[in-house]
């Protein structure tokens, strides 16, 4: 069993830049592919960023591409999500995921395991 708990997200204005962490309770983190995904009112949950166990490969939607940096810090069991440049519609709840596969799948149904989710608010 994994669990996964989302911190950092907040309000912020156009332009700013916010820092989400994702902590995950379980042995063998660094075998886990890890991603953060985001749902904003009336949409469904979509893809942001994945990077695969080792850090050797990332992929990010076109949408965050050049403003928003995955990384992750196997020793402490914590994926970060860098968001920079933030825009009105980054406004969404922002999820950590994990999955056992060693890919860095952009559909949610090839996730094993969810946070509950950080607000991020993002005014113009």
């Known amino acids: 069993q994994v669990q996964l708990v989302e911190s950092g997200g907040g309000l912020m204005q156009a332009g700013g830049s916010l820092r989400l962490s994702c902590a995950a309770s379980?042995?063998?983190?660094?075998?886990?592919?890890m991603g953060w995904f985001r749902q904003a009112p009336g949409k469904e949950r979509e893809f942001v960023a994945g990077?695969?166990?080792?850090?050797?490969?990332?992929d990010y939607a076109d949408s965050v591409k050049g403003r928003f940096t995955i990384s992750r810090d196997n020793a402490k069991n914590t994926v970060y999500l860098q968001t920079n440049s933030l825009k009105p519609e980054d406004t969404a709840v922002y999820y950590c995921a994990a999955r056992l596969g060693r890919l860095i799948q952009r559909a949610t149904t090839f996730w094993e395991y969810w946070g509950q989710g950080t607000q991020v608010t993002v005014s113009s």
């Open positions: 379980v042995r063998t983190f660094s075998s886990y592919t």
């Open positions: 990077i695969s166990w080792s850090s050797g490969r990332t």
